[in-house]
């Protein structure tokens, strides 16, 4: 990826750099944010979120399904829970 393409396609970027953060969030996670009720309901969201980022990542010209648009908006909704 170019330098430029980096802020041209910055969904993209950003989108590749942080699916496979959530995996392994998805794959160790030993907590869940307050609000949630278990860490089951946790990784659900975070494969939702997974999933949303992954399909930018793998399609960069995807157009965003209602299913991606949800995962993205948890990304953001999440995003300062993202840690564990």
Known sequence: ???NKKWWDAKVYIAK???PKIYKLW???NSYPHGLNSV???????AQMYAA???IADDEYCEVPPWVQ???E???K???HLWD
């Open 1 to 3: 990826m170019s330098k």
């Open 17 to 19: 750099y942080a699916a």
């Open 27 to 29: 794959q160790n996670c």
């Open 40 to 46: 089951d309901e946790w990784r659900a969201e975070l």
């Open 53 to 55: 980022l992954k399909c």
């Open 70 to 72: 949800a995962g993205l």
């Open 74 to 76: 948890l990304f953001g």
């Open 78 to 80: 999440r995003f300062t």
